[in-house]
């Protein structure tokens, strides 16, 4: 402190400039692409659409005879929205919903509604919008409520030739091709909504589950995710280890939402920098959850052969006042971008062992990419870093090393900045940095050891405060900006603005 004030009264004498306060000085990044990392898979940016709210009926499912713009009952603009994210893969139908989800009632031309589920979205439906979007379908079955006999007779009406009783009636249903089911969850939340189960019932289940439900089409391999959690994970990977021929999984799944505290109550806008940093410490709380997972699934598959698969993430905040509560509507701000760049920098860095990921959800519900409002659609802030991350799909992992340092505000202390790099396919290597700090714009200088560059060119997505929004009549609140710099002597330098998200791609 002493020499601290001695060096300042000697810069004031001589008139010389002070040096910045440390949270202005540039942050120092190394990138060594010399050492890659492992590849970081495009299912980490999986997407989650529930029976649920609006999230199918509105969002996705307008029916044949809407007036809002629709193929076959699904909203074109929606469709040409989700394109352009690549998603990898979408879970369907739930989500607590699949554990009691007839899949009888969703199909051919006479649809059964059950209460409050009128069963016109039902397995073409899906698959069609599946297709309509360039995405594979992540299916759950219902382990909770039905038998392994109707998950087969699911997964017979989907997957297998027109041989089959099933299979003919898919035809007559208008598919005589049979559908990929790449990702087939065993359940879903087990321990709770789709149980409640024990550990060891729950396996008893799933072992035959998984031997008996199984895929027709032998074009398409398919995954299993087994169900996950702090009561589960320890005895579902010792079963794996002592499987026999019989059964195997290939995943499992951990579900992790940001909160700030249960049951969900803060607010999705008008919330100030306490309740930012509140979520956002919640959510960078994801790294533990994975190392807690990670350290136990080493224990029992060192060669992590079974992905993690955190196939249910995001904020989930209050209701919408004046919402259905059950709806799980909320609106999706800056905050939230933020917090879904940091939670894929925390995918991308275990990306070893966690190789799916499914945002919850995609549509009307929680944190989701897009809100409708009869024929109105916006695209929220996720959604454009959805789009911003989208060069990291199958990109291999480039580390870097930088210190992090600090950000508090409300007593709440945060790294003041995050970043992560990956080179794609093309050898094209890209930067995505994060400020967390609300207040402050950050500078990153970052050195590119082993890449030949002279510019850095991609988007910011900042907003004029932390609880931003895109509402229907400003839709355009929150959009990236293009952003550019020069690499000068092996070095870029950027700034970006409080609370922002960039991905820059080094040409
Ligand atoms: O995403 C909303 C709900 O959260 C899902 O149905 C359930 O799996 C989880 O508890």
Redesign the pocket.
């Known amino acids: 402190m002493r020499l601290l004030i001695s060096l300042a009264a000697i810069a004031a004498a001589l008139m010389l400039p002070v040096a910045a306060h440390a949270a202005d000085a540039p942050v120092q990044v190394t990138l060594d692409a010399s050492k890659p990392g492992a590849v970081i898979d495009r299912h980490l940016f999986g997407q989650?659409a529930?029976h649920?709210g609006n999230g199918i009926y509105g969002g996705i499912w307008v029916g044949k005879e809407s007036t809002i713009p629709n193929t076959r009952g699904i909203r074109n603009d929606v469709v040409a929205a989700l394109k352009a994210l690549k998603i990898p893969n979408v879970r369907w139908p739930?989500?607590?919903?699949a554990d009691q989800y007839n899949w009888r009632r969703g199909v051919g031309p006479e649809r059964k509604p059950a209460v409050g589920e009128p069963n016109t979205f039902g397995t073409d439906e899906f698959m069609d919008f599946a297709q309509q979007i360039g995405t594979e379908a992540y299916i759950s079955v219902n382990l909770g409520s039905s038998t392994a006999q109707d998950a087969s007779e699911w997964l017979e009406y989907m997957t297998s030739s027109t041989d089959s009783a099933l299979g003919a009636e898919r035809a007559k249903n208008g598919h005589p091709e049979p559908y990929k089911v790449p990702i087939l969850g065993l359940g879903?939340?087990s321990y709770?909504?789709?149980g409640p189960m024990s550990a060891d019932f729950y396996i008893h289940e799933m072992k035959r589950f998984s031997h008996f439900v199984r895929n027709y089409n032998a074009a398409q391999p398919m995954k299993r995710v087994a169900v996950g959690h702090d009561t589960y994970t320890d005895a579902v990977m010792k079963a794996w280890k002592d499987r026999s021929w019989s059964w195997d999984i290939e995943a499992l799944s951990l579900?992790f939402?940001a909160t700030g505290g249960w049951p969900p109550h803060l607010p999705s806008t008008g919330f100030d920098e306490k309740d930012y940093a509140a979520l956002v410490k919640d959510a960078i709380a994801m790294d533990d959850a994975i190392k807690t997972y990670s350290a136990i699934m080493d224990k029992y598959d060192p060669d992590k052969k079974v992905a993690l698969a955190v196939d249910?993430w995001g904020a989930?905040l209050a209701p919408t006042p004046g919402s259905n509560p059950g709806a799980?509507v909320q609106q999706v701000s800056q905050r939230d971008a933020v917090l879904a760049a940091l939670s894929i920098n925390v995918f991308a860095r275990h990306a070893d062992r966690v190789r799916m990921a499914n945002i919850?959800?995609m549509i009307n519900?929680?944190q989701a990419m897009i809100l409708t409002d009869k024929d109105k659609m916006l695209l929220t802030p996720t959604y454009h870093v959805f789009h911003m991350y989208v060069p990291f799909q199958d990109a291999t992992f480039v580390p870097l090393t930088f210190d992090a340092g600090t950000y508090t505000t409300n007593g709440i202390t945060l790294p003041r900045v995050d970043a992560v790099a990956a080179r794609d396919k093309t050898g094209k290597v890209w930067i995505a940095v994060t400020n967390l700090d609300a207040k402050s714009p950050a500078t990153f200088s970052v050195s590119l050891a082993g890449v030949k560059a002279t510019k850095a060119s991609g988007q910011t997505l900042s907003a004029p405060k932390v609880d931003s929004v895109n509402t229907f009549d400003a839709p355009n609140t929150v959009v990236p900006k293009a952003l550019s710099a020069q690499v000068v002597g092996g070095e870029l330098t950027i700034t970006v603005a409080p609370a922002s998200v960039t991905v820059l791609g080094l040409e």
């Open positions: 989650f529930e649920l739930g989500g607590c919903f879903n939340e709770d909504c789709g579900h939402y249910e989930w799980l919850a959800q519900v929680l």
